[in-house]
């Protein structure tokens, strides 16, 4: 009732036309069930386990890049060589989440090497 009464009070204003849509708008690109599917299904398999700690930042950073790559999945194997932390092998995107979810975290514990294992079973994509 109060949207009526605004949208009455704004046409006596000059110059204010109210159009509405005959239709619903055509949802445009990914619809949110199947991308919320996908998000739900991302998960993240860090060893060595006293690096699990990180998985809620990587698997964040995992469910962003599955927003433009639906299919994206893979291992990530780390190394830290001269204190620094680098990805040896893996998807490239996977690579980055990866290494930036996890260098600090191997320099304080003082991991060697690391690999991360990112998987969206069960989504529809």
């Given at each position: 009732a109060?949207l009526v009464?605004?949208?009455?009070?704004a046409?006596?204003?000059p110059?204010?036309?109210?159009?509405?849509?005959?239709?619903?708008?055509?949802?445009r690109?990914?619809?949110?069930?199947?991308r919320l599917?996908?998000?739900?299904?991302a998960?993240v398999?860090i060893?060595?386990e006293?690096?699990?700690?990180?998985?809620?930042g990587?698997?964040?950073?995992?469910m962003?890049?599955?927003?433009?790559r639906?299919s994206l999945?893979?291992?990530?194997?780390?190394?830290?060589r001269?204190?620094?932390?680098?990805?040896?092998r893996?998807?490239?995107?996977?690579?980055?989440c990866?290494?930036?979810?996890?260098?600090?975290?191997?320099?304080e514990?003082?991991?060697?090497?690391?690999?991360?294992t990112?998987?969206?079973e069960?989504s529809?994509?």
């Open positions: 109060a009464s605004a949208a009455a009070a046409a006596a204003e110059g204010f036309e109210l159009a509405l849509a005959a239709e619903a708008p055509e949802p690109g990914d619809s949110l069930a199947p599917a996908r998000r739900q299904a998960s398999a060893e060595p006293v690096l699990e700690v990180r998985a809620a990587l698997r964040r950073c995992y962003e890049l599955l927003d433009a639906p999945a893979g291992r990530v194997e780390l190394a830290r001269d204190g620094e932390v680098e990805a040896t893996g998807p490239e995107p996977l690579r980055a990866a290494t930036e979810g996890l260098s600090a975290a191997m320099r514990a003082d991991v060697a090497s690391a690999r991360v990112f998987s969206a069960g529809d994509s």
